[in-house]
């Protein structure tokens, strides 16, 4: 079983930046697709960012060329840095992953989440 801590949220003016990591614990997430998520006050959860093992990665079209999904496999951790932060992007932050190695940006086919953090920005 893998578990997953979030960490690095709070609150920053848009235009600013804040760096999301996850630390998993357990077990070796190497071999798994890593995924960012987020979720608003009353809609579904939203897909971010995701990473393969190799390292290839996926973003929404929302948040693509502002943030950068990354991974250290030595440590067992996924970071987010996102830059030039937007007030739409205010929401809660969840990591997860899923057993299987190949990308999807569907919250339902995720094993493993995070407990979130919440991330503000002001205007």
């Known amino acids: 079983q893998v578990q997953l801590v979030e960490s690095g949220g709070g609150l920053v003016q848009a235009g600013g930046s804040l760096r999301v990591s996850c630390a998993a614990s357990?077990?070796?997430?190497?071999?798994?697709?890593m995924g960012w998520f987020r979720q608003h006050p009353g809609k579904e959860r939203e897909f971010v960012a995701g990473?393969?093992?190799?390292?290839?990665?996926r973003y929404a079209d929302s948040v693509k060329g502002r943030f950068t999904i990354s991974r250290d496999n030595a440590k067992n951790t996924v970071n987010l840095q996102m830059n030039n932060l937007k007030p739409e992007d205010t929401a809660v932050y969840y990591c997860?992953?899923?057993?299987?190695?190949?990308?999807?940006?569907?919250?339902?086919?995720?094993?493993?989440w995070g407990q979130g953090t919440q991330v503000t920005v002001s205007s």
């Open positions: 990473i393969h093992w190799s390292g290839s990665t």
């Open positions: 357990g077990r070796s997430i190497r071999s798994y697709f």
């Open positions: 997860a992953g899923r057993d299987d190695s190949a990308y999807t940006s569907g919250w339902q086919h995720y094993d493993y």
